[in-house]
Nanobody, 112 residues
Framework: QVQLVESGGGLVQPGGSLRLSCAAS?????MGWYRQVPGKERELVAM???????RYADSVKGRFTISRDKAQTTVSLQMNSLKPEDTAVYYC?????????WGQGTQVTVSS
């Protein structure tokens, strides 16, 4: 049973920073973060997409940084210069072949 456990969400003022972490029960080469707001589709935020390929959504480039440990069991998302439009539930996602795994989600709210 694969488990992805997220942590680090919360309430932050615009311009502030948060760091999200996702701990997996096994290693994954393809792993990253998505987010979703009510009424909209879940969207990619940042992802280790295999090999040295890292993908970022255009809306977070230059503000968010994804990183992972050498064991490839933990992936983190450093979020700086947060904006109200970054408010969403953030989900960790890991992919192994045809299988997609999701964490339970962590709420990030950017508000003054």
């Amino acid at each position: 049973q694969v488990q992805l456990v997220e942590s680090g969400g919360g309430l932050v003022q615009p311009g502030g920073s948060l760091r999200l972490s996702c701990a997996a029960s096994r290693s994954f080469n393809v792993m990253g973060w998505y987010r979703q707001v009510p009424g909209k589709e879940r969207e990619l935020v940042a992802m280790f997409a295999g090999g040295n390929n890292i993908r970022y959504a255009d809306s977070v480039k230059g503000r968010f940084t994804i990183s992972r440990d050498k064991a490839q069991t933990t992936v983190s998302l450093q979020m700086n210069s947060l904006k109200p439009e970054d408010t969403a539930v953030y989900y960790c996602k890991a992919i192994s072949g045809p299988l997609n795994y999701w964490g339970q989600g962590t709420q990030v709210t950017v508000s003054s």
